[in-house]
């Protein structure tokens, strides 16, 4: 009987469907195991045999704990909302809703031919009402919501309240925004609804500020610093720059300490831990305040501008020779002079053509301007120029710093750049140590400082700037607060309208508030969002519902926001919705939630280390304060799965260009190229002579290029199939407008260059899994993914190598078909098959135990092998053979384990007991050598002694052979190694 595998895994896969063989329960007396991948985006694309990596690893995974006894939890669904869907929306006018549904079907199917274990019945969807009404919920709470630093948590924004009317703001310790202003319980119980909104939205974890951006005029919407490339945007490479809008944003920054915490705690891969401790940006050191200087005279009332700046090392103050400030604060274009403004300007103009992530890289590019300004120096009493310069971040720290040329590399840079003042204060005079430790010493100038260590210089300046009122010590943060606005259609709409200004939540009960339906999904032509487009879109208050735009009246109807969330919104609590996907009332069940606590196994990529997982890790840590989720962190182990990398094909080309009119007769045109294709190691000049110009004078140049050729026209000896080739669209500008083109052969075919590089559609290296799954089958495809190498490791694929996985499979097919016919022997097990079988347990769950899956199918290549030899034929050996393979090749092994007479799936069948005693030797075949020449080889029980086996030796008929009655001179015997006859 042959191994058809199309028929096989078709037949499994429906069967595991219609018995919903993998649906969880949420309750259960086995111990839990909740395995989760990272969701995908479903594009258009589809996925490609790079993509499933992580899946096969997580499957085989929570394959093997059912297998174990474990209530098993390994749900999927889709992150479906997203810029891509609506920008195929813009250029199609097709509904980001049907695009996204087609995309999500392909996925599907795509999915279910690889024989996922994935419980299908709590599949989610970003963009579907009955999820992203508990997104929208989540915000309305986040609203809602202060965070308490005296607990060190988030409470409701009734404490808060509560505090005011009692104290006012005496006893509030808050993270809140810098210019709140003291009050009374008498002054807030005075204040109008609208003056304790405005109080309020200083303290709420999300809130309205108009904030510094990344603009893409293109898209028409702000984009994440993970979304520009280079300064363009990631999605169809359009310019961003920089400007401030009124943003919604999340009060991340208030978790800062608790996520650098909360690290120690979770066994992720320590680079990811380590990319978010550096985002954070943990760092100690002082606040220090310079007044601007001004010569025009202030009223009674009127405070001079200060530049408030952090730095590390306060100590270094005496270096300080000018001040850069970021070219968006906002201070610039206050103090910036008459003389210097065109230049300032200027200056700011091009600054916001860069994104943050290209000015934090470049390090080699200096460029400033000079605001015409000056600072005081606090201690000197020295004007300090002050710059402008985009090496100063205003998302980052205050926004400015204070520049000490002689110990910073990059304020040196730019201090020799501009010919400012660079001092040398670390050549200075001792100072007691006593007058360091009891602070009884006053900083009079630089030398006080310069001769102490670091920590003692630093302690006694903060010290000092305490005292006399300029500087505090301050523990800072880089992590910034979020930003939660996008000027986008295709997202979760917020729930909230608009009254006299201040933004207004819509209660739970009404929730969700729909996206509407627009005519367009482009920004309005007065530059509001694209649901400034839509008709029905305000919220009516003596309704409750959203209705005509044309009943605002600002009475009981009024505006709802225009913005979407971002993409992160939905998949930052989405691993929580799978524990009660269907509950349409709350985003999971109390029950629920206790019963599942957390993902105990997460695969993805490490690309998500500073978005998804850490926005995941805060949204998770807010609703553990509230008391919604049991647990702080939502997931114990992290496996970042390598990538598995494309074999892209290149095609060499050059265009010959004519630059002078031709002599004699060659029929040439000269106003046209020729296009030459050619193997790298061509002489492309002698080619040009010998075949165009000859005895000629005529002139040419010669342009060289390289460019990506789809795989699909390259077979496995690099051979380019040029007629396909040639009929692609893709490649018609190559051939237009030239005079002839030519091939430069290799035995007649055309060899193409091959470099391993990141698969990708716009590279044109993409394998299509679908085109596997029909040629080798899935388990095919699986156990290949995993053979490739380690998990975490990326690897190039290459469709040859599939074939092995392939030939193993077929001669697991053949192992079982032999044994009596598929039907199996009762019979007792040999030893030899015994330790095989117990070998390969042993191997096995080790493997799995410890993410090995590339050593394991190796392990089974020989154990089959093995058993192949041993003829084995046994159902005590074959049956939990099949167990052991199982979650790697899931469909070949349910159609053995039914051929061997079983009735229920194998995906419920017990793992196999590994017993030692199986692999403990009983016996030992010696050699027998005679004068160290090995003369035969003899079996003996291990627990002989010496003399024992001396005595079996001499009496076999072999060894009488070979002495011929002669008497050895010596018997030389190592008990369980060594037997020697010396004659």
Known sequence: MEYNFNEIEAKWQKYWAENQTFKAENTSDKPKFYALDMFPYPSGAGLHVGHPLGYIASDIFARYKRHKGFNVLHPQGYDSFGLPAEQYAIQTGQHPAVTTETNINTYRKQLDKIGFSFDWSREIRTSTPEYYKHTQWIFTELFNAWYNKAADKAEKIDSLIALFEADGTENVNAVCDEEVVDFTASDWNAFSDVEKQQVLSKYRLTYLSETEVNWCP????????????????????????RKKMMQWSMRIAAYAQRLLDGLSTIDWPQPLKDAQTNWIGRSQGASVKFKVFSEEPRTNNQQPATIEVFTTRPDTIFGVTFMTLAPEHELVSQIVTDEQKEQVEAYIQATAKRSERDRMADVKTISGAFTGAY?????????????????????????????????????????????????????GVDISESACEDKT?????????????????????????????????????????????????????????????????????????????????????????????????????????????????????????????????????????????????????????????EVDLYLGGSEHATGHLLYARFWQKFLYDLNYVPVEEFAKKLINQGMILGTSAFIHYAIIHFTSPSTGNIAIDTKRPILVFYSKNTD???????????????????????????VVYVNSSDELNIKEFESDSKYSDLFSGVFEFSYLLENDKYITTREVEKMSKSKYNVVNPDSICEEYGADS???????????????????????????????????????????????????????????????????????????????FMIAVNELGALKCTKKEILEPLLILISPYAPHITEELWSKLGNNQSIATAPFPVFEPSHLVESAKEYPVS??????????????????????????????????????????????????????
């Open 684 to 710: 492309l000049k002698k080619y040009v002579q010998d075949n165009f110009i000859k005895d000629s004078d005529l002139e040419y140049t010669i342009e060289d290029f390289k460019r990506h050729v789809d």
């Open 218 to 241: 293109a898209l028409g919407t702000v984009l994440a610093n993970d979304e520009i490339i280079n300064g363009l945007s990631e999605r169809g490479g359009h310019p961003v720059v």
């Open 375 to 427: 600072a005081i120096h606090p201690f000197t009493g020295e004007n300090i120029p002050i710059w402008i310069g985009d090496y100063v971040l205003a998302s980052y720290g205050t926004g400015a710093v204070m520049a000490v040329p002689c110990g910073d590399q990059r304020d040196y840079d730019f201090a020799k750049h501009f010919g400012i003042e660079i001092k040398n204060i670390f050549e």
């Open 781 to 859: 495809l699986r156990l290949f993914e995993m053979f490739l190498g380690p998990l975490e490791q990326s690897k190039p694929w290459n469709t040859a190598g599939i074939s092995g996985v392939h030939s193993f499979l077929k001669k697991l097919w053949r192992l079982y078909a032999n044994a009596n016919d598929f039907k199996g022997d009762a019979g007792e097990p040999s030893k030899e098959e015994l330790k095989v079988l117990h070998k390969t347990i042993k191997k096995v769950q080790e493997d799995i135990e410890n993410f090995s899956f590339n050593t394991s199918v190796s392990t």
């Open 930 to 983: 005679f004068n160290g020449k090995m003369r035969f080889k003899l079996e003996l029980p291990l627990d002989l002694s010496a003399k024992e086996i001396e005595d079996i030796v001499m009496a076999h008929e072999k060894t009488q052979d070979q002495l011929q009655g002669r008497t050895p001179k010596k018997v030389i015997i190592v008990p369980g190694k060594i037997i020697n006859i010396v004659g």
């Open 441 to 597: 010493a006053k900083i009079a100038n630089s030398d006080f400082l310069s001769g102490l260590n670091v920590n003692k210089a630093t302690k006694l300046a903060i010290y000092e700037m305490e005292q006399r009122g300029f500087g505090k010590g301050k523990i800072n943060y880089r992590l910034r607060d979020a930003v939660f606005s996008r000027q986008r259609y295709w997202g979760e709409p917020f729930p909230v309208y608009y009254k006299d200004g201040m933004p207004q939540m819509i209660d739970k009960e009404h929730l969700p508030i729909l996206l509407p339906e627009v005519e367009k999904y482009l920004p309005t032509e007065d530059g509001q969002p694209p649901l400034g487009n839509a008709e029905v879109w305000a919220w009516d208050c003596a309704t409750a519902e959203v209705v005509n735009c044309d009943k605002i009246d600002h009475k009981t109807v009024f505006p709802l926001e225009l913005n979407t969330m971002p993409g992160w919104a939905g998949s930052s609590w989405y691993f929580n919705r799978y524990m009660d996907a269907n509950n349409a009332d709350e985003f999971a069940s109390k029950e629920a939630l206790d019963y599942w606590k």
